[in-house]
């Protein structure tokens, strides 16, 4: 049986700015606090969904504790650390376990694009800098760069290296990871909630979840529960904003920080280069959102 270091329901959480562009460390706690009302186990914050790319090392630690203080010791929470740099990563990897961090999510290297051996090298470099767990993440759309099966294979040998977070849209290679190893898989791809979980994957980091945890979490204990005619029906009715906040040509941080703008959030803008969502966006969005919650 696949073990749970996260738990099941897990959210890539955004990063609130003020209007200004500045953290929000005050908004931050609010968003935590709903999401972990919401039936969330863990919150992986500094990753992509929340615009690691421009915000600063001090801000990542910053926003740790933060949330931390918010959510307390029972919810897991993941820093991100990942950056092209293995030193670099590495130092970060340091500092979040410092700042509190219950883990590390570690995205391959970006556009350098290293080749397998040192993609492998790199990961136990920042796996042997701290003491806490790691999750892999895979997304080669974004990296450029594969975690190859048999170099993830070989990964998990490491004590450290417990997880991985898949967005590779490859259900063979998911399913050796499954077979072949005792990581934990967690699907980073919302349309995959239920079909990766019903062939053993741990649970999902999601993106959607920013702005309904609480849907997707009854997908999964209503499969739990046995009840696999409801999990589908859950799983199909978030389609629709499943597709309008991931598949529409906007990131999904640009997306899920215009919903959660709409529902008086602390959410904010996002930084540049990215742009926020128009009014036109934010109100499909919105329409979308409500006809899956019933507002």
Not at 210 to 234: M, Q, S, W
């Amino acid at each position: 049986m696949t073990t749970l270091p996260f738990g099941r329901a897990l959210c890539a959480m955004v990063t609130p700015f003020t209007p200004d562009g500045t953290l929000d460390l005050d908004g931050a706690a609010v968003v935590a606090d709903r999401l972990v009302a919401g039936g969330c186990d863990g919150l992986v914050l500094n990753g992509t969904t929340g615009e690691s790319p421009t915000t600063s090392d001090a801000e990542k630690a910053a926003l740790v504790r933060a949330v931390r203080a918010a959510v307390g010791d029972g919810p897991a929470l993941l820093a991100g650390v990942g950056t092209a740099d293995t030193a670099h990563t590495s130092e970060l990897a340091r500092q979040a376990e410092r700042a509190g961090a219950d883990g590390l999510l570690v995205v391959s290297p970006y556009y350098s694009r290293p080749p397998q051996d040192a993609l492998e090298e790199h990961f136990r470099a920042v796996a042997d800098a701290t003491g806490l767990p790691v999750m892999l993440y895979d997304i080669p759309g974004r990296t450029g760069v594969r975690i190859e099966t048999p170099t993830m294979l070989r990964l998990a040998e490491h004590p450290r290296v417990v997880a991985v977070k898949d967005c590779a849209y490859d259900l063979l290679g998911t399913q050796r990871l499954l077979a072949e190893t005792d990581l934990a898989v967690y699907t980073g791809c919302d349309e995959y909630v239920l079909a990766s979980y019903a062939i053993g994957c741990a649970g999902y980091v999601g993106t959607v979840a920013n702005v309904a945890p609480a849907h997707f979490r009854a997908v999964v204990d209503a499969f739990d529960a046995g009840d696999t005619a409801r999990a589908a029906l859950l799983q199909r009715a978030a389609v629709p904003l499943i597709e309008a906040m991931m598949s529409a040509g906007l990131p999904g941080t640009v997306t899920a920080k215009a919903l959660l703008t709409s529902l008086a959030l602390p959410a904010g803008p996002v930084r540049a280069p990215l742009r926020s969502a128009s009014p036109e966006v934010a109100a499909a969005l919105r329409e979308r959102y409500d006809t899956l919650t019933g507002a």
